[in-house]
C-alpha cells in the first residue's frame, strides 16, 4: 500500500531515528569506539536537514498516522528545546544530560509508532 518514496523515507526515519534512540550505539559512536563517527550536532543536521522532518510531519507527507505525527512532534519539541544549550556542552555532558535522555526517550516513541523493521539491524 505504502508507495517507495514513502517507504524510503520511513526506513531513513528509522535508521537516523534509532540511533538518537538507542543509547549503546551513542557511547559507542560519540566516542570513537563504534564503526561509525557520529556526534550530536550531525544527529541534528540529519533529523532537520536530511529528513526535514518538521516538513514531513507539517505537509501530511508519507502516509504518516495522526498518531506518528503526533510522537513526531513530541520528539522535534525536544530535540528542538536542547538545539542551543547544546553548542556550549561536550559529548560527555550531553549523552547523560535529562534533556537528551528526553529526546532519546521521545525518540524511541517516534521509532516504535513508525513501527520499524530496522531497529535492531545488528541482531538476526
Known sequence: ???PEDDDWRQAACEI???IADEQYQR???F???QFISEPTEMYNEVFDDLALEDVLAAHKYGLTEGQRKTG???????????????SLTT???????MWREIRR????FVDSLECDCRKPTSS
Open 106 to 109: 521521545t525518540a524511541r516513541a
Open 73 to 87: 512532534w513530541a520528539f522535534i519539541e525536544a530535540m528542538s528545546a536542547f538545539e542551543r544549550p547544546i553548542d
Open 1 to 3: 500500500k505504502m508507495n
Open 92 to 98: 560527555v555532558q550531553i549523552i547523560d544530560h535529562p
Open 28 to 30: 559507542d559512536n560519540w
Open 17 to 19: 531515528i534509532g540511533h
Open 32 to 34: 570513537g569506539r563504534g
